[in-house]
C-alpha cells in the first residue's frame, strides 16, 4: 500500500530531527504545531520543493534556466511524489491592467458572452478587452486613469536660471543640466520665471515652443518631458535612488475624463446585454453580478453564463462576495489572494495533483472558514491531495490525518508528537490538544473608557458616512465579516485622523537589505560588536560584515555570484569564510568564548541566558522571546520571515513606547493557540503602559480577551460599511445580534 503514501525517511531540513514520515494521499492532511515547529519545513521546504524541482527537470535547460530554482532537500529517502501546487498568502502579482476579473478568468469569459448576444454587435471577444487597441480607451489605454506630473511646486517664481530657479535633481546653479540649459543661449539667464512668456515657458517645459512642437536644441529635452521619463515611464516600485524616489510625489493620478475609468472605448461600452454594458457588469458586486445573469435566457449562450454562474458562486461561497471583476488585483490582502487562487484552482479538470495550502484561514471571518474548508474537500474527492498548514481549529477538525510538529519552535522543535485522527489530538498531551481542548473565557472585569477619540462621517469605499468614537486607553478589538469595512474604517479612515499619533504595525516587509536581521532591526548590534571590541582591545567595525571584518573573498555576502553570459548567474558559497562573511581576523575574537557568527547563530532564547547581565542587550532580546520568537537566530535575514513574524518583530521594537495608538492588523496571523494567549498578555501591557491599542481581528479568543469591540457590518462590500455594535465582549455576547457576536456565543 505504500504507493498510497508519500514516504519520506531520515529528513533533516532546517530543525527537523531526522524525521521519517508516511503521509496518506488523496486525503486533507493538516499539519500543526507551534510558530518555528517546523511544519513549513516538511510540507514547503521538503514535499513541494523536491515535487517541483523533479518536475523542472523534465524541461530542456532552455526552459529549466527561466524557472525558480529549489535547492534539495536534506532527506536520505522520498518517494511516492506527485505534481504539486503551492497556495500561499503571496499577493498577486501584476500591474495596473490586472483585475480580479483577468486574474480569474472570468472576464475572458464575459468578453465572449458580448461578442456573441451582445447588442448592437460590436465585434469579436478582442474588442472588449481593455488590453487590446479595438477595445482600449484610446485616451488612458485602457488603465482607467491618467498619470500627469504637478512641476509647478518645482519651479521658484521669483527667481531666474542664474538664481536658483529650478528645484530640481541636477538642475540647480552649477549643475550638469542647468549648465546644458544655460549654455543652449535658448533662455535670458537673468529673467525671472513669472516674467516669461507663454512660448519660452513651453521652451522649458518641452523643449518646443508648443507642447508635442519640434525639438529646438537636442541638449534641451524639457524639464516636464525630463520627469516624466524618470518618474512616468519607468518602475519606481524598486527604485533606490533617494531623488527620484523623493519627487514621486509629484506624480499624480486621476480617473480618466473620457471613459471615466472604464478603460473601455465609447463603441466598446455601448453594446450592452439585458440594459448592461460589459463594464457595468465588471463594476458590480459578485452576488448582484450573479442575480443579473442568471436573468439572461439565450440559446447561444447556456454554456458561458452557466460557467459564469458556477465560477461567481464559488467566489461567493469562499466569502468574497463583496469583490467585483473590476477592481485591481494588487488592492487585494493576502488572504484575499489565496481565496481567489483557491477558486481558481477548483475550475482546473487536473486529478492525482498534491495541493499545499499555507493557513488558508487568514483574513477568513468564523462565519466563512467552513465554506473553504467545503472547498478543500472538493479539491480532495477529484482524487487529489491536499497538505494544509493550519492553526485554526474549525480547519484542524475537517482533517483526515493531522501531523503534530513541535514540542516547541527552532531548536526545541522538528519532532513528530502526534499523527491520527482529530479526535485522537483532542486526547494528546500536546501543546496543540490542550489548546484544542481549553476553552477561553470572556473577560470579566474589562477596562471601561473614559475618553474616546471621535471619528466622523467617513464614507471611504463602502463606508456609509460612519461616524464612531473610539475609546482611548484600552484593548479595543475591531471585528467584522471579511469586506465588511473594517480596514477602511480603521487603516485608511481612523489612522489618516489620527496620523500623528497613530503607529501600524502589520503584516508588510520591513523596508531593508539582504542583510538585514533582527540584531540591527532592533539596533543592538552596536553594543554587541562594542562587547567583542572592548573585550579585544580592537575596532568595532572588524566585526561588521559591511566594513572591515568583511571576508576579502566575497566582500561579506557570503557568496560568490557568477555571472553567466546566457544563463542565470549562479551563486556559489563562499570558499574561503564557509557563507560566514567575516574575515578569519573576525572570526579569532571572542567573547564568553563564542565569536561573531556564533553570536549570531544563537537563538533569541538563547541569547537571553548569554547576555542576561548585559542590560541593554538582554532588554532588546527580552522582547523578542515576549512576542513569541524565542526561536529565531540573532542573525536570521529578515527576507527568510513571514508576515506574522514580521509583524510580531516590529512589536518587540515599539515594546516600552508610551502615549502612542497601535493599530495591529490581525496579529495572531500564524500563531499557534497557545501564543494568542501570549500575544494579549503583550498587548495588555501595552495598555497598562499608557497605550491605546487596537487590533483589526478574526480570532474569537481575541476578541473575548479585549475591553472593547467595535463590530462593522452587517456583511460585507454593499451589505457592509456601518457600526453595527460597540461594548464590551461580554455585552456583546449578551445583547447584540451581529454574526460576530452569534459566532462568539458558540466559541
Not at 527537470?57 to 522520498?78: C, H, N, Q
Not at 519640434?214 to 527604485?239: A, M, Q, T
Not at 494544509?388 to 526545541?412: F, L, Q
Amino acid at each position: 500500500m505504500e504507493h498510497n503514501q508519500i514516504v519520506i525517511k531520515g529528513l533533516s531540513q532546517n530543525n527537523l530531527k531526522n524525521v521519517s514520515l508516511n503521509i496518506p494521499k488523496e486525503k486533507i492532511v493538516v499539519f500543526s504545531g507551534v510558530s518555528g515547529s517546523g511544519k513549513s519545513s516538511i510540507v514547503f521546504d521538503t514535499i513541494a520543493a523536491e515535487s517541483q524541482r523533479q518536475m523542472n527537470e523534465t524541461y530542456s535547460a532552455f526552459i529549466r534556466g527561466r524557472l525558480p530554482k529549489y535547492s534539495k532537500p536534506k532527506v536520505d529517502f522520498i518517494d511516492n511524489l506527485t505534481a504539486s501546487v503551492v497556495i500561499d498568502q503571496s499577493r498577486l502579482g501584476g500591474n495596473a491592467r490586472s483585475t480580479v476579473g483577468t486574474i480569474s478568468d472570468m472576464y475572458s469569459v464575459l468578453r465572449l458572452l458580448y461578442s456573441r448576444i451582445g447588442t448592437p454587435y460590436v465585434g469579436t471577444a478582442s474588442t472588449f478587452s481593455f488590453n487590446d487597441p479595438n477595445g482600449m480607451c484610446p485616451t488612458c489605454f485602457g488603465i482607467g486613469k491618467v498619470v500627469d506630473l504637478d512641476i509647478h511646486s518645482l519651479i521658484h517664481e521669483d527667481e531666474c536660471l542664474n538664481g536658483d530657479m529650478l528645484d530640481i535633481p541636477a538642475f540647480h546653479n552649477g549643475n550638469w543640466y542647468w549648465k546644458q540649459y544655460t549654455e543652449s543661449g535658448l533662455f535670458d539667464l537673468n529673467k525671472k520665471w513669472k516674467d516669461y512668456s507663454i512660448a519660452e515657458k513651453n521652451l522649458m517645459y518641452y523643449g518646443s515652443y508648443e507642447k508635442g512642437g519640434p525639438k529646438v536644441n537636442k541638449k534641451v529635452e524639457g524639464i516636464f518631458n525630463h520627469l516624466e521619463r524618470l518618474l512616468i515611464k519607468r518602475d519606481l516600485s524598486n527604485s533606490s535612488d533617494q531623488s527620484i524616489a523623493r519627487m514621486k510625489s509629484l506624480v499624480i493620478e486621476y480617473e480618466c475624463p473620457d471613459c471615466k475609468g472604464k478603460r473601455l472605448c465609447e463603441k466598446t461600452r455601448s453594446c450592452k446585454i439585458n440594459g448592461y454594458s460589459i463594464d457595468e457588469m465588471c463594476e458590480m458586486e459578485f452576488t448582484q453580478l450573479r442575480e443579473v445573469l442568471q436573468t439572461i435566457n439565450d440559446s447561444r449562450s447556456i454554456t458561458l453564463v452557466e460557467t459564469l454562474i458556477s465560477s461567481l458562486t464559488r467566489m461567493i461561497d469562499i466569502g468574497l462576495p463583496y469583490l467585483s471583476m473590476s477592481r485591481e488585483s494588487i488592492s487585494l490582502s493576502g488572504g484575499e489572494a489565496q481565496r481567489l487562487k483557491l477558486v481558481r484552482y477548483m475550475g482546473s479538470s487536473l486529478t492525482g495533483m498534491t495541493y499545499i495550502f499555507d493557513e488558508p484561514s487568514t483574513g477568513m471571518h468564523p462565519r466563512d472558514v467552513h465554506r473553504m474548508t467545503e472547498l478543500l474537500r472538493n479539491l480532495r474527492d477529484k482524487g487529489n491531495t491536499v497538505l494544509v498548514v493550519e492553526h485554526d481549529k474549525d480547519v484542524i477538525s475537517t482533517a483526515d490525518e493531522v501531523i503534530d510538529v513541535g514540542p516547541m519552535a527552532g531548536r526545541n522543535g522538528g519532532r513528530i508528537l502526534f499523527q491520527g485522527s482529530y479526535e485522537g489530538l483532542l486526547k494528546s498531551d500536546t501543546l496543540t490538544g490542550i489548546a484544542m481542548r481549553e476553552n477561553v473565557l470572556i473577560k470579566e472585569n474589562p477596562r471601561l473608557p473614559k475618553n474616546f477619540l471621535p471619528l466622523k462621517d467617513i464614507t471611504i469605499h463602502n463606508l456609509k458616512n460612519v461616524s464612531v468614537d473610539v475609546p482611548e486607553n484600552v484593548l479595543c478589538v475591531v471585528t467584522g465579516v471579511a469586506g465588511s469595512g473594517k480596514s477602511s474604517l480603521f487603516r485608511d479612515g481612523f489612522a489618516k485622523v489620527y496620523e500623528e499619533r497613530v503607529i501600524i504595525v502589520d503584516q508588510s516587509g520591513v523596508m531593508a537589505t539582504n542583510r538585514s536581521m533582527p540584531v540591527t532591526f532592533l539596533g543592538f548590534f552596536d553594543e554587541l560588536r562594542k562587547l567583542l571590541a572592548d573585550e579585544n582591545k580592537v575596532n568595532a567595525s572588524l566585526f561588521s560584515f559591511n566594513s572591515k571584518g568583511a571576508c576579502p573573498t566575497c566582500k561579506g555576502k557570503g557568496v560568490i555570484v557568477t555571472e553567466l553570459v546566457f544563463m542565470d548567474p549562479v551563486e556559489t558559497i563562499c570558499e574561503e569564510c564557509e557563507g560566514k562573511r567575516y574575515s578569519n581576523e573576525a572570526l579569532s575574537y571572542r567573547y564568553r568564548g563564542k565569536n561573531i557568527v556564533e553570536i549570531l547563530e544563537m537563538t533569541a532564547e538563547e541569547a537571553l541566558v548569554f547576555f542576561q547581565d548585559i542590560k541593554k542587550i538582554h532588554k532588546k532580546i527580552m522582547a523578542l522571546n515576549e512576542v513569541g520568537l524565542s526561536y529565531l537566530s540573532l542573525g536570521q535575514p529578515l527576507s527568510t520571515l513571514s508576515g506574522g513574524e514580521l509583524q510580531r518583530l516590529k512589536l518587540a521594537k515599539y515594546l516600552d513606547q508610551k502615549g502612542n495608538i497601535y493599530l495591529l492588523d490581525e496579529p495572531t496571523t500564524g500563531l499557534h493557540a497557545s501564543d494568542v494567549k501570549n500575544i494579549m498578555k503583550l498587548l495588555e501591557r501595552f495598555v497598562e503602559q499608557g497605550n491605546t491599542v487596537i487590533v483589526i481581528e478574526h480570532n474569537l479568543d481575541v476578541m473575548k480577551l479585549g475591553d472593547y469591540i467595535i463590530d462593522i457590518g452587517p456583511d460585507g462590500g454593499t451589505g457592509g460599511g456601518e457600526v453595527v455594535f460597540t461594548g464590551t465582549p461580554l455585552e456583546m455576547a449578551t445583547s447584540s445580534n451581529t454574526i460576530t457576536a452569534e459566532y462568539l456565543r458558540k466559541s
